[in-house]
């Protein structure tokens, strides 16, 4: 079973609009990490937002927020008022907790990826 | 504060050819990872280090790739003899915590094998 699933291939948004990307995960540990990292053309990775599983609190930083609804395994991102420079890929990763010193412990696995673009 | 530091950027080899990727962590992360990306997929996770120890390899064809990181710093991923399918961007991190830190990640080393 997939670990980390994105089911959308690819999202349009219009400059100044939002958007959401949306990620579901699948495990069976209750102390987990959910991460969004940004990939653009150039190919770096670039880390944009993190939530734990006993974070009350949905993340937020700056422009971004992740939507996390921990009952339907769900951790999406919502960009606000997207700007051209946000066109890139964008991968969910979850690093589960496991027990320490198990092989899982600490692993972070990544979804497939959505590859956003932005229109002017 | 330097980021992680991979070399090549890129790197084209002949089809059972050897070849070697460095990298360089970020002062101070005990953890590394080595991650593979094909073109248009996620990166999957090949071999991972908390300070020299291979914690985590099951994803590492032992048959023709190997890695080491001896000190518990810098780390090379091997691979030999190299196929074709073996073309992809391959992607190092290094973060400080093993559950909760972000993974820092270097620009990645693209191999193309023709």
């Known amino acids: 079973a997939q670990k980390i699933t994105q089911t959308q291939p690819g999202m349009f948004v219009q400059e100044k609009e939002a958007v959401t990307l949306d990620c579901t995960y699948d495990?069976?540990?209750?102390?987990?990490?959910l991460f969004w990292y940004k990939q653009p053309s150039s190919g770096e990775m670039i880390f944009l937002i993190y939530?734990?599983?006993?974070?009350?609190q949905n993340a937020t930083e700056g422009r971004y927020s992740l939507n996390f609804q921990k009952a339907r395994k769900s951790a999406n991102l919502v960009i606000s008022a997207s700007q051209l420079g946000d066109s890139a890929m964008y991968f969910c990763?979850?690093?589960?907790?496991?027990?320490?010193?198990?092989?899982?412990?600490?692993?972070?696995?990544f979804g497939q990826g959505t590859i956003l673009t932005v229109h002017p | 504060e330097a980021g992680v530091v991979q070399s090549p950027r890129y790197k084209i080899i002949e089809k059972k050819q050897p070849v070697a990727f460095w990298c360089n962590p970020i002062?101070?992360?005990?953890?590394l990872y080595w991650y593979l990306q094909n073109l248009g997929q996620g990166p999957e996770l090949l071999i991972r280090?908390?300070?020299?120890?291979?914690?985590?390899d099951s994803q590492l064809p032992k048959d023709r790739f190997s890695a080491e990181r001896l000190k518990g710093v810098d780390s090379t991923l091997k691979i030999q003899p190299a196929e074709l399918g073996d073309s992809a961007v391959y992607l190092c991190?290094?973060?400080?915590?093993?559950?909760?830190?972000?993974?820092?990640f270097g620009e990645g080393s693209r191999l193309t094998v023709l």
């Open positions: 939530q734990g599983s006993y974070d009350e």
């Open positions: 991190a290094s973060s400080l915590d093993l559950v909760t830190g972000e993974l820092f």
């Open positions: 495990t069976s540990d209750q102390s987990y990490g």
């Open positions: 280090y908390e300070n020299e120890e291979a914690v985590d």
């Open positions: 002062s101070g992360h005990n953890t």
């Open positions: 990763a979850m690093r589960e907790g496991g027990s320490a010193g198990g092989t899982s412990y600490g692993k972070l696995t």
